[in-house]
């Protein structure tokens, strides 16, 4: 229902050799699945896979795509072990030689309060971006007003979406709530040329004066003007709080997905979520009920997350990058290229200015203005150092300690020293509480 019929066609392979590999490499999957069923023929088994390697390296060597994905098994019911993970194996050889030139995807997958939106809004001012904040929340509402199933419908449109298809209702959504110049979650790609006669950021920009929007414009727009498609989701809003949802919608072979996971100290996001009301103990409350159960979420959430990441297979940990906020408030400009290269963008200088007048006080004077009138959680304008160590002068001791009862174990993950209990430490802001390395970065692949 909410696909627009659009979905884009494979582009056919203009060399012989590469249908040929990939001819190859089929039928030797299919022999070789059904050898291994059999006992006794050695000899061809041996044979067989001779084949299947000489497919496999014809492709390599005429293949210049080596940034294909693989298709990641999330089908539970599968057959023997060995003939899954062996099919698996020829899915990667294959697809690379049927797609190529497909168009980069990134998702920035964060907790609320843990710098997504800051880091959404390099992307948004890319003049090579495509950027959609939160997209979730438009299927929360098409869930909500048409009375679907939430999670077949977030995979369908986030699937179309990765594909540039826009359906009439996603699009009517995305037109009403991100698309005016005033919106801080409002798209540049959405508000500027060609679908505007000006800049969002000009102020001869009018909505009035912008073309009509539709799902076929739209299309057109993100695939023929903007080299890559960046969307914000917050876990809070994912189907089974899993990035294993999130790949499920990457798993279509002519989709190339990258994935930002954001992390920050759970202490710090913790307690600004309550500052932002996400949650709230009732002032009669003094076991902190609400504190407990909203701290055990979070961090067994992204300790499953990142459980999940490490135990990937190396084509998808390649595709994924794990983003302190920590690292980036302490050097904006340093994460800020990293964040850039991983996702195959070129550093601007203009960029480098938008972001230290967001991350350093000498530039919030002119910055500030933005954020008027706007929900807290949406202003990306403070003093990146000093929001580091905010929460450890403004919260509760007992607080803290609530916190690292709950998230003592992903705190290890991440490389975040635990105050257990120490005053001392805990106001002591010359000792930073995070390590320069941590445990889970050893998991990715560089």
């Known amino acids: 229902m909410f696909n627009n019929g659009d979905i884009a066609n494979s582009k056919k392979l203009k060399k012989p050799h590469g249908r040929l590999s990939f001819f190859s490499a089929d039928i030797s999957a299919y022999l070789i699945i059904m050898v291994m069923r059999s006992k006794k023929r050695q000899f061809l088994r041996l044979m067989t896979l001779v084949s299947f390697l000489c497919a496999s390296i014809t492709y390599l060597l005429f293949s210049r795509d080596d940034n294909a994905l693989s298709t990641l098994n ?130 001869k920009w009018d909505p009035k004066l912008c073309y009509p929007f539709t799902g076929d414009l739209l299309r057109n727009v993100c695939k023929n003007n903007y080299k890559v498609t960046v969307l914000k989701i917050l876990i809070s809003r994912i189907a089974g709080k899993s990035i294993k949802t999130i790949l499920a919608a990457c798993s279509p072979s002519d989709i190339d997905c990258q994935v930002i996971f954001l992390i920050r100290d759970p202490r710090a996001v913790i307690m600004s979520s309550r500052s932002v009301n996400f949650f709230r103990d009732p002032a009669s409350d003094e076991s902190r009920n609400y504190l407990r159960s909203f701290s055990y979420e979070l961090c067994s959430q992204t300790e499953e997350n990142l459980r999940f990441v490490k135990n990937l297979p190396h084509f998808w940990r390649k595709r994924i990058m794990i983003q302190r906020y920590e690292d980036f408030a302490v050097n904006p400009l340093k994460a800020m290229s990293r964040l850039y290269e991983f ?104």
């Open 74 to 203: 999330l089908n539970p019911h599968l057959g023997r072990k060995d003939e899954g993970d062996l099919y698996s194996l020829v899915q990667v050889v294959s697809q690379k030689a049927k797609f190529k030139d497909r168009r980069k995807n990134i998702i920035i997958v964060a907790h609320g309060r843990s710098g997504s939106t800051i880091t959404g809004d390099m992307f948004n001012h890319h003049p090579s971006v495509f950027y959609l904040y939160e997209p979730l929340q438009t299927v929360q509402r098409i869930s909500r007003r048409k009375n679907l199933t939430y999670g077949t419908l977030m995979t369908d449109v986030l699937t179309n979406i990765l594909r540039c298809n826009f359906s009439k209702t996603v699009t009517e959504d995305i037109k009403f709530f991100y698309h005016e110049s005033n919106n801080l979650r409002a798209s540049y790609a959405l508000g500027s040329p060609p679908l505007c006669p000006y800049e969002i950021t000009d102020e």
């Open 343 to 446: 996702s195959g963008l070129p550093v601007l200088e203009r960029l480098k200015l938008w972001l230290l007048q967001r991350t350093n006080p000498s530039g919030f004077e002119e910055a500030r203005k933005e954020c008027v009138g706007s929900h807290p959680a949406l202003c990306t304008v403070d003093d990146s150092k000093e929001a580091i160590n905010r929460w450890r002068w403004k919260v509760p001791f007992v607080d803290i300690d609530i916190v690292e009862h709950y998230c003592k174990h992903v705190m290890g993950m991440m490389g975040y020293t635990l105050i257990d209990r120490s005053f001392a430490l805990m106001h002591n802001i010359s000792i930073p509480l995070f390590s320069e390395n941590f445990e889970a970065e050893g998991w990715l692949v560089d």
